[in-house]
């Protein structure tokens, strides 16, 4: 039996050798993935924050919903943002997503690896909140 949660978190403590915060920016770019920002996303989808696009790998953040988060998030105490840049903790959600097929792990169901991927992401920056808790942090 699979634990999504238990896979997202070996998969960052690979990539944290010294137990030190990594820079993501730069992770993603070692892994080959190019990391771009748009102001808006596409009007299909509103709300999404990023994306992860496999070919040729790319990571898109837009930046209207996830400075809006940010706002919403420094509004509630539980969410100390001060310590969090919200854009390298969706950079980090983003590369799970390409660390799961570039590196075959799984199959994993979507929800599963929605699950592995924010165990990633609050493994790899190090979060004392889990990224799961920010969904319910917007409108
Ligand atoms: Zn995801």
């Known amino acids: 039996?699979?634990?999504?949660?238990?896979?997202?978190?070996?998969?960052?403590?690979?990539?944290?050798?010294?137990?030190?915060?990594?820079?993501v920016r730069a992770l993603a770019a070692q892994a080959g993935v190019e990391v771009v920002e748009r102001q808006v996303p596409p009007p299909a989808q509103p709300r999404l924050r990023s994306q992860y696009q496999p070919d040729p790998p790319r990571i898109i953040l837009y930046r209207n919903p996830i400075?809006?988060?940010?706002?919403?998030?420094?509004?509630?105490?539980?969410?100390?943002?001060?310590?969090?840049?919200?854009?390298?903790?969706?950079?980090?959600?983003?590369?799970?997503?390409?660390?799961?097929?570039?590196?075959?792990?799984?199959?994993?169901?979507?929800?599963?690896?929605e699950e592995a991927a924010h165990a990633f992401a609050r493994g790899l920056l190090g979060l004392d909140f889990d990224p799961r808790e920010l969904s319910g942090a917007g409108r």
């Open 1 to 23: 039996m699979r634990d999504p949660e238990v896979l997202g978190l070996r998969a960052a403590r690979r990539l944290r050798p010294t137990g030190e915060r990594p820079d």
């Open 67 to 113: 400075d809006e988060l940010a706002e919403a998030a420094s509004a509630r105490e539980r969410l100390s943002t001060a310590e969090c840049d919200l854009y390298e903790v969706h950079i980090a959600h983003e590369l799970f997503h390409h660390l799961e097929r570039a590196e075959r792990l799984g199959p994993l169901a979507a929800a599963e690896a």
